[in-house]
């Protein structure tokens, strides 16, 4: 069982940066590959970025690619992805989520944790 605690959201002004942050207890992170995943109102939960569990690769959907960057500390258990340059269509609740597989996964379904979520407002 692994709880996850999202942080660091609120409301920006476009061009300004945010990090957000999941906290994680149970388990180590080490255990997991985590994933960021953002859902605006009325649409679909979709992909950010997400790390191995090595913590050795990336991936990044192209709508965040060059303004996001996803790292874990495993010492800390926790989890961050960093977005510069907010652009109102960033707003959204971001999520994080574990996956006990191996991989870069892009699925909602791969992973078995999922935090409760941070709201992000970027203003324009």
């Known amino acids: 069982q692994v709880l996850l605690a999202e942080s660091g959201g609120g409301l920006v002004q476009a061009g300004s940066s945010l990090r957000l942050s999941c906290a994680t207890s149970?388990?180590?992170?080490?255990?997991?590959?985590m994933g960021w995943f953002r859902q605006a109102p009325g649409k679909e939960r979709e992909f950010v970025a997400s790390?191995?569990?090595?913590?050795?690769?990336?991936d990044y959907a192209d709508s965040v690619k060059g303004r996001a960057t996803i790292s874990k500390d495993n010492a800390a258990n926790t989890a961050y992805v960093q977005m510069n340059n907010l652009k109102p269509e960033d707003t959204a609740v971001y999520y994080c989520a574990a996956s006990s597989n191996w991989g870069l996964l892009r699925s909602p379904s791969a992973y078995e944790y999922w935090g409760q979520g941070t709201q992000v407002t970027v203003s324009s």
């Open positions: 149970g388990r180590t992170i080490s255990s997991y590959g």
């Open positions: 790390i191995s569990r090595t913590g050795g690769s990336t």
